[in-house]
């Protein structure tokens, strides 16, 4: 089997589309439904609802997605494996950063590594937690920071731990209370971040835990905005600990929350079993000097 027609098939998913996929590789929108069509002729049964806008995958694309990617990444590994023994280190970072949190932990770390390895670029990109690992596992970037818990097919390396805080209008019945519980906050709106981000996953869960699933007010991928809407009188919304500090506004009261499993653990991860370049490496090294608390 060749991989063209399984980058083919990745792209027409990420993309949404055969034209946007075609775009992607460098090729005509024909040339990427062929290759498609092929594929599926090879293995006896569609992969993809072209009926459907976007395409969506079948039952049996959906296996052949999955291991697609695997088999690209692990092309990817193979390539950067032997340009380092040939010697041709391409000296490329390619990093992965959540919005949330990381300007103050990893901010400070870029001009240390720098000056350590002034030949290394770093690539790097920001989403949600979500798309980082999924780009992890597709072999687009070798590391991304998200949180605890990680996924079986992860390796990960602490960075940070830290307690979630409950922001609150000012005049909320709780805004002065030494600590609030999320049982306590079951009647006001929350304010979360958009889908993607893995705080969302930390609160649905121990909101569940105690018995009710919370009212969404809002969402944003925008942490002052967030706070606006907070200090609107619109809802409560969490931030860990080491970031609430930052968020200074009047009309916004911070209160510590209280309920175990809330902790907020930011992690590097990578694939499991999968190859890490030198300066992967040296970020890792770095990353365990700068946070050694956790590490």
């Given at each position: 089997?060749?991989?063209?027609?399984?980058?083919?098939?990745?792209?027409?998913?990420?993309q949404g589309?055969?034209s946007?996929a075609a775009?992607?590789?460098?090729?005509t929108?024909?040339?990427?439904?062929?290759?498609?069509?092929?594929?599926?002729?090879e293995?006896?049964?569609?992969?993809?609802d072209r009926?459907?806008?976007?395409?969506?995958?079948?039952?049996?694309?959906?296996?052949?997605?999955?291991?697609?990617?695997?088999?690209?990444?692990?092309?990817?590994?193979?390539?950067?494996?032997?340009?380092?023994l040939?010697?041709?280190?391409?000296?490329v970072?390619?990093l992965?950063?959540?919005?949330?949190?990381s300007?103050?932990?990893?901010a400070?770390?870029?001009?240390?590594?720098?000056?350590?390895?002034?030949?290394?670029?770093i690539?790097l990109?920001?989403h949600?937690?979500?798309?980082?690992?999924e780009?992890?596992?597709?072999?687009?970037?070798?590391?991304?920071?998200?949180?605890r818990?990680?996924?079986?097919?992860?390796?990960w390396?602490?960075?940070?731990?830290e307690?979630l805080?409950?922001?609150?209008?000012?005049?909320?019945?709780?805004?002065h209370?030494?600590?609030v519980?999320l049982?306590?906050?079951?009647?006001?709106?929350?304010?979360?971040?958009?889908?993607?981000f893995?705080?969302?996953?930390?609160?649905?869960?121990a909101?569940?835990?105690?018995?009710?699933?919370?009212?969404?007010?809002?969402?944003?991928?925008q942490?002052?905005?967030i706070?606006?809407?907070?200090?609107?009188?619109l809802?409560?919304?969490?931030?860990?600990?080491l970031?609430?500090?930052?968020?200074l506004?009047?009309?916004v009261?911070?209160?510590?929350?209280r309920?175990?499993g809330?902790?907020w653990?930011?992690?590097?991860?990578w694939?499991?079993g999968?190859?890490?370049?030198h300066a992967?490496?040296?970020?890792?090294?770095?990353?365990?000097?700068?946070?050694?608390?956790?590490?």
């Open positions: 089997m060749e991989l063209r027609p399984l980058r083919a098939l990745v792209e027409v998913v990420r589309g055969f946007q775009k992607t590789v460098f090729a929108q024909p040339t990427v439904s062929k290759a498609v069509r092929q594929l599926e002729d293995l006896g049964m569609p992969l993809l009926h459907a806008q976007p395409p969506r995958l079948t039952a049996a694309g959906e296996i052949v997605y999955r291991r697609a990617l695997a088999m690209l990444a692990q092309r990817d590994d193979l390539y950067a494996e032997l340009d380092e040939k010697g041709l280190k391409r000296g970072l390619r992965g950063l959540p919005p949330l949190g300007s103050t932990l990893f400070p770390m870029f001009a240390r590594f720098r000056s350590r390895y002034p030949q290394v670029e690539s990109v920001e949600g937690s979500r798309r980082l690992e780009m992890v596992m597709a072999g687009e970037i070798e590391l991304a920071a998200s949180l818990p990680v996924p079986d097919h992860f390796e390396q602490p960075v940070a731990r307690p805080v409950a922001l609150m209008p000012a005049d909320h019945p709780k805004a209370a030494e600590a519980s049982l306590e906050l079951r009647e006001s709106p929350f304010i979360l971040f958009e889908t993607g893995a705080l969302n996953r930390i609160l649905h869960d909101c569940q835990r105690v018995g009710f699933a919370p009212a969404i007010a809002a969402r944003s991928g942490i002052d905005f706070v606006a809407l907070v200090a609107a009188g809802g409560v919304a969490f931030l860990p600990r970031k609430a500090r930052e968020e506004h009047a009309g009261s911070r209160v510590p929350l309920d175990a809330t902790d653990e930011m992690v590097l991860v694939r499991r999968g190859y890490l370049s992967a490496q040296a970020w890792l090294a770095l990353t365990r000097e700068v946070h050694p608390e956790v590490c």
